[in-house]
C-alpha cells in the first residue's frame, strides 16, 4: 500500500480527492490537511510515502511545504495538484524538491498513475506546462517575493520593514528591484505581473 497525506484548504475538494484514491487497491489516504502546517504536523505522525498537496493554502504554501519536508529525516515524494497552470510556479515547485505537479483538470485515473510513479521514484510533470517552464526564469529574488507579497497585503515600506527587520530604505531598493525585473511601473501593476507568471 501506498500511504498518501492530502494537504487541500477547500473542504469539498480535500474530501473529493480522498475518496477518488480510496477506491484505489493499493492506495491509502493515512491522513488530510487544510493547511501547509498541519500537512507538516501530519507528515511527523503518520509517515506517508507521498504527499499531494495544494499550492495555495493559508500560512505555509504547498511550495513552503515541499521545501520544509526536504529536511525531515524520512522525506515523503510531494506531488502538487492545483488549478494553476502557471510556468513560474512549475519552475518553482521543481526547485522545492516536488516530484509531481499535475492540475487539478486531470482525470482521476492519471492522479492515481501518477502517486504510483511518484512513490516509485519517478517525476511526472503535466506535459502542456513542462516545456514552457524553463522559457521563461523566475527574475525574483526570495526576499523580493516576500515584500511584494506583503505589499500586496496592503501594508506600507514602513511597516514591511518592521515586519521583516528591514531598514525602510531597504525595503523601497526590493520594490523597486522587482518593479524593474518584472517590467511594471509600480509595486501593484509588478505584483498583478507577478502573480500571472507564477513568480509570486
Request: proline share 6%.
Amino acid at each position: 500500500m501506498i500511504r498518501i497525506l492530502i494537504a487541500e484548504d477547500q473542504a469539498m475538494v480535500l474530501g473529493a480527492l480522498s475518496a477518488l484514491l480510496d477506491i484505489e487497491p493499493d492506495l491509502e489516504v493515512v491522513a488530510e490537511a487544510r493547511t501547509g502546517t498541519e500537512a507538516l504536523a501530519l507528515v511527523r505522525q503518520h509517515r506517508p510515502e507521498v504527499v499531494v498537496t495544494d499550492i495555495e493554502m493559508p500560512g505555509m504554501t504547498g511550495l513552503d511545504l515541499a521545501a520544509a519536508l526536504r529536511d525531515e529525516p524520512r522525506p515523503p515524494r510531494v506531488l502538487m495538484l492545483t488549478t494553476f497552470a502557471r510556468p513560474g510556479y512549475l519552475r518553482r515547485a521543481l526547485d522545492a524538491g516536488v516530484s509531481g505537479y499535475l492540475l487539478k483538470d486531470a482525470p482521476s485515473s492519471q492522479l492515481a498513475d501518477a502517486i504510483r510513479r511518484v512513490a516509485g521514484g519517478g517525476r511526472v510533470v503535466d506535459p502542456s506546462l513542462a516545456a514552457e517552464a524553463w522559457t521563461e526564469p523566475d527574475p525574483l529574488t526570495d526576499r523580493e517575493r516576500q515584500v511584494l507579497r506583503l505589499a500586496d497585503e496592503g501594508l506600507s515600506s514602513l511597516e514591511i520593514a518592521r515586519q521583516l527587520k528591514l531598514s525602510e530604505g531597504t525595503v523601497r531598493n526590493y520594490l523597486s528591484e522587482s518593479i524593474g525585473k518584472v517590467g511594471a511601473r509600480n509595486r501593484i501593476e509588478a505584483v498583478r505581473i507577478a502573480r500571472q507568471k507564477g513568480w509570486l
